[in-house]
T-cell receptor, first 111, second 116 residues
Framework: GQQVMQIPQYQHVQEGEDFTTYCNSSTTLSNIQWYKQRPGGHPVFLIQLVKSGEVKKQKRLTFQFGEAKKNSSLHITATQTTDVGTYFCAGFRDSNYQLIWGAGTKLIIKP | DAGVIQSPRHEVTEMGQEVTLRCKPISGHNSLFWYRQTMMRGLELLIYFNNNVPIDDSGMPEDRFSAKMPNASFSTLKIQPSEPRDSAVYFC??????????????FGPGTRLTVT
């Protein structure tokens, strides 16, 4: 069926290390959205990527959309405790006007 | 705007009881989504509405679940009868319809349901 695969499921990092999560779709996406869910909270929209090869930055966060519009990544430079949470990608297909959600990557800062 | 409003925030009920979750979307949004989130299954889309009409309910687990949207400012998700495996956080989200300039989803705070 229609899926967006997201890896890894978890990533443990020391504070100050980088973090990356990847999403991959078997079919072309018209756009991809990224959300962050803090522990005990609800998903909050971060950004939307629409164009092939698009790169957007939000402070220490860098979002990329692949040339084929089938994959995307989120990279966080020098993680901080405020970055803790689960990061979801959600791909949008024009064919059925639905967001297809990745399973999320949980960022855990090692004590 | 107050954002998406959900009630109750917490619900504890006994197996077999009826549970009704409520959602008020952001004013002006014409798409509404119900999600369920558990540790085991992650975030699952249950059903979504466009302009108050259910478009896809393929995520609804079984006949015990039903959802309605009688008008643009209110939706309910009902579970009857409830079972312990229904314990989860239920989120409601709203957005503008696809095709508009920006249709990111805005989530409510969720209802944490515990069925004993």
């Amino acid at each position: 069926g229609q899926q967006v695969m997201q890896i890894p499921q978890y990533q443990h990092v020391q504070e100050g290390e980088d973090f990356t999560t990847y999403c991959n779709s078997s079919t072309t996406l018209s756009n991809i959205q990224w959300y962050k869910q803090r522990p005990g909270g609800h998903p909050v929209f971060l950004i939307q990527l629409v164009k092939s090869g698009e790169v957007k930055k939000q402070k220490r966060l860098t979002f990329q959309f692949g040339e084929a519009k089938k994959n995307s990544s989120l990279h966080i430079t020098a993680t901080q405790t405020t970055d803790v949470g689960t990061y979801f990608c959600a791909g949008f297909r024009d064919s059925n006007y639905q967001l297809i959600w990745g399973a999320g990557t949980k960022l855990i800062i090692k004590p | 705007d107050a954002g998406v409003i959900q009630s109750p925030r917490h619900e504890v009920t006994e197996m077999g009881q009826e549970v009704t979750l409520r959602c008020k979307p952001i004013s002006g949004h014409n798409s509404l989504f119900w999600y369920r989130q558990t540790m085991m299954r992650g975030l699952e889309l249950l059903i979504y509405f466009n302009n108050n009409v259910p478009i896809d309910d393929s995520g609804m687990p079984e006949d015990r679940f039903s959802a309605k949207m009688p008008n643009a400012s209110f939706s309910t998700l009902k579970i009857q009868p409830s079972e312990p495996r229904d314990s989860a956080v239920y989120f409601c989200a709203s957005s503008l319809m696809p095709g508009t300039a920006s249709y990111e989803q805005y989530f409510g705070p969720g209802t944490r349901l515990t069925v004993t």
